[in-house]
């Protein structure tokens, strides 16, 4: 028996520390490390259950190529890695002389968090071939750039300082299953006197926890925080100072929010007057206040100025710079590594290559002019997460497009791949770790070989560019080299300090925040101050104040508003072939308001189908008041692989843009429900 410490790879705030236990060669259980300072020896329940991940016999062990029609399960036969790339390079190469390289397309997410197995040697090789770049906008670009826009940088309060927070507004997060380590401080900030609110349109195990629950409408969180700042300014609760020292355009803003009284704001949200008038209240009078800004309240058509309009209140009654007050939507910016030397953008034989959104992979797979004819999968299951799924898999069905899938599993994407790759899981990997919530930097050490005929995302780019004939001095560079060169980042001052060998070392080091927040130093917007009036949204076409307009689905007629978000157990769709989860998950539901659902005759348990102009679920519903009137939650991304029934919430999901940056619209769906 021995022990060895790892991070945990997934795309979780967190980024814990581990502490995994060996018998022999093979991982018997995994726990947190105690001695880290924010995971403090507590993890999930589902990476607890990793080591029936890393073991699992359906763990893809050697390449293999497909044999049967494509999207059929099991028709795949072993090659060998030789086979593998030799295939690959032919016909990559192939599909470059006859298309031009733009005809290959990488498609990939954050299934591994490491930066060499993310965004590192894939990187590289993409840049190199002068391949369709990809824009990867599914999760959370359109809160980021609209929060930049106010505060200037993807960047928040330290999450350790949040246990001297006395008001704790958790917005369309869902803490206890998503970031459970805020969870332990906001614990501990009750503890010493603070009250926690959830603002959610579903009431979840965050709600539960919290000390008290405020449903919104899905889309309508912009014109919630307009109330507030309606009754701040209004009843006098404003920091006058702070705004003059520190903000710009207060007072364009307080004209916007006058038009947001709270009797209006209440028919929009759903929230009572007397609600938004009390949150108000205790938001102006209560110091420090902490505001955790979730993913959630930004997958729809209006999320980038949801949040933009959220960032603005700690400004409103001066919270930049109190010890635990201020808000964190994303802090990545204070671990930021060398983006620019890791993943080589010089190497791009023309810059002006064309950019995909991931969030029309559904649309590239099937109009575009010049088409996609090889596309390479790797950390990211898209025919499982991608919007309108329909189409998603009508363009993977292509009999004229080749596809290459990397992954642990044979996922629903590895049935349409025409080759499928093993990777080794992290724990075979040498790696770097951030976290975009708390402010460690961790270095992987592989703690185990690799398995079967693995091999990691590094290696693979690696060894494909060296066959390709690309320069040896760009590919042929260790792991250890990689983490160096991202490490020498002189635009990010709070790395200074922060070595690979201290990393060795330690294990992981902490980026150099002095005080609670950038802010406090410096507000990195144009004007150095907070922007509460953004020239740059005027110049980009979007209002310069914060507004509220409503979501837009492209069938307004349809009765509901449904929201499909991440479950419990799952992470994204990664842990939903593991049964132990699965049973804890029981079956995908669909959580209605008992009047919407006696007016239609169903019963709980009853099976429904969930329909809309791009596609159809069936699935049993949960008739209670966990939602409101009008509004469906369903939770989880499951497989439909090994789920007989199932049908993936993305068939109802639109590749529709949200307002800021290209972000993914998941929850602004509109659909019908009948009774079957
Ligand atoms: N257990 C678990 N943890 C995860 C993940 C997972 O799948 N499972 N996924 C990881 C990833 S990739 C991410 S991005 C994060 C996401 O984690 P979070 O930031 O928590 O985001 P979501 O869970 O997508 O949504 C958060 C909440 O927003 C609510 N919501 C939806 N629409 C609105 C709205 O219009 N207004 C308001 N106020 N609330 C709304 C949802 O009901 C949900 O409870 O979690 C990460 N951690
Ligand atoms: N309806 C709906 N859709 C959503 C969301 C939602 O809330 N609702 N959430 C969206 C969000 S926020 C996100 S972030 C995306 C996430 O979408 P994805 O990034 O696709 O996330 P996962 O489903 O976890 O799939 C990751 C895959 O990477 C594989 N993997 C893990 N490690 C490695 C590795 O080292 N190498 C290789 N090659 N593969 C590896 C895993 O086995 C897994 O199959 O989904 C989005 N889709
Ligand atoms: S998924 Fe999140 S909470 Fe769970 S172990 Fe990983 S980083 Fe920690
Ligand atoms: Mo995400």
């Known amino acids: 028996m021995r022990y060895a410490r790892s991070v945990c790879p997934f795309d979780c705030p967190d980024t814990c520390s581990l502490k995994v236990k060996f018998e022999g060669d093979r991982i018997v259980a995994v726990d947190g490390d105690p001695d880290h300072p924010v995971t403090q020896g507590a993890i999930c329940n589902k990476v607890r259950n990793i080591p029936d991940r890393v073991n699992h016999p359906d763990r893809l062990m050697y390449p293999m190529r497909r044999k049967g029609p494509k999207g059929s399960a099991g028709t795949f036969e072993r090659i060998s890695w030789e086979e593998a790339y030799h295939e690959i390079i032919s016909r990559m190469r192939s599909a470059i002389q006859e298309f031009g390289p733009e005809a290959v397309m990488p498609y990939s997410f954050y299934g591994n968090m490491g930066v060499l197995n993310a965004e590192g040697m894939d990187r590289r090789f993409f840049h190199r071939l002068g391949a369709t770049r990809l824009d990867r906008t599914i999760c959370s670009v359109a809160g980021s750039v609209g929060y930049s826009y106010t505060m200037g940088a993807g960047a928040g309060i330290d999450p350790e300082d949040t246990v001297h927070s006395k008001l704790i507004l958790i917005w369309g997060c869902n803490l206890v299953s998503t970031n459970m380590h805020q969870v332990i401080y906001a614990t501990e900030a009750r503890k010493r006197g603070a009250k926690i609110v959830h603002i959610d349109v579903h009431r979840n195990r965050t709600s539960a926890w919290a000390d008290e629950f405020i449903a919104v409408r899905p889309g309508t969180d912009a014109a919630l925080a307009l109330g507030m700042m309606h009754v701040l300014i209004r009843e006098g609760l404003t920091n006058e100072t702070y705004l003059a020292e520190h903000a710009t355009g207060y007072e364009e803003l307080a004209a916007e929010a006058a038009l947001y009284p709270p009797e209006r704001v209440a028919e929009i949200t759903g929230v009572p007057a007397e609600d938004v008038v009390r949150l108000a209240r205790e938001y102006g009078k209560t110091a420090p206040s902490f505001i955790r800004i979730g993913n959630g309240l930004q997958h729809h058509d209006n999320g ?147 398995m079967g005929e693995c091999k990691s995302n590094f290696t693979l780019f690696k060894e494909l560019g060296l066959r390709m004939g690309f320069e040896p001095e760009v590919f042929d560079i260790t792991e250890e080299q990689m983490i160096r060169e991202a490490l020498d980042n002189p635009a990010n001052p709070y790395l200074d300090g922060i070595t690979y ?91 209605m308001h008992v009047t919407d659902a006696a007016a239609l005759g169903i019963a709980s348990g009853e099976r429904v189908r969930v329909r809309n102009g791009r596609g159809v679920v069936l699935i049993s519903v949960d008739a209670a008041e966990n939602v409101l009137p009008g509004v469906l939650v369903t939770q989880g991304l499951w497989w439909e692989e090994g789920n007989e029934g199932v049908q993936s919430v993305n068939n109802l999901t639109s590749q529709r843009l949200a307002d800021m940056g290209g972000g993914a619209t998941f929850f602004s769906t509109r659909v019908s429900v009948e009774k079957i």
């Not at 189409?391 to 996922?411: A, C, K």
Request: hydrophobic fraction near 35%; glycine fraction near 8%.
């Open 501 to 591: 060998e201290g990393l060795q070392e330690k294990g992981w080091m902490k980026a150099g925040l002095r005080g609670g927040s950038l802010f406090e130093e410096h507000i990195p917007t144009p004007s150095g101050k907070i922007e509460l009036f953004s020239e740059r949204m005027r110049v980009s076409g979007l209002s310069p104040v914060p507004e509220y307009t409503p979501v837009c689905d492209e069938d307004n007629t349809l009765p509901f508003l449904l929201v499909t978000g991440p479950n419990h157990s799952f992470l994204n769709s990664t842990f939903a072939n593991q049964e132990k989860l699965k049973r804890i998950e029981k079956r995908p539901t669909l959580h």
């Open 304 to 450: 980038g100025m949801a949040v933009r309009t959220i960032a603005c209140l700690p400004a409103l009654t001066g919270q930049w710079g109190v010890k635990g007050g201020g808000a964190i939507k994303g802090n990545g910016y204070y671990t930021g590594l060398n983006a620019e030397r890791v993943e080589r953008p010089d190497l791009l034989p023309d810059p002006a290559v064309r950019m995909v959104n991931m969030n029309q992979l559904g649309q590239a797979l099937s109009t575009l002019d010049r088409p996609v004819k090889f596309m390479f999968v790797y950390n990211s299951n898209p025919a499982v997460v991608a919007p309108d799924q329909n189409r998603v898999r009508q363009g993977l069905m292509r009999e004229d497009l080749f596809t290459v899938v990397h992954d642990l599993f044979l996922t629903d994407t590895c049935r349409y791949a025409d080759i499928v790759l093993p990777a080794t899981s992290h724990f075979e990997n040498r790696d770097i770790f951030g976290s975009y919530w708390h402010l460690y930097l961790q270095l992987h050490e592989p703690i185990m070989a690799p």
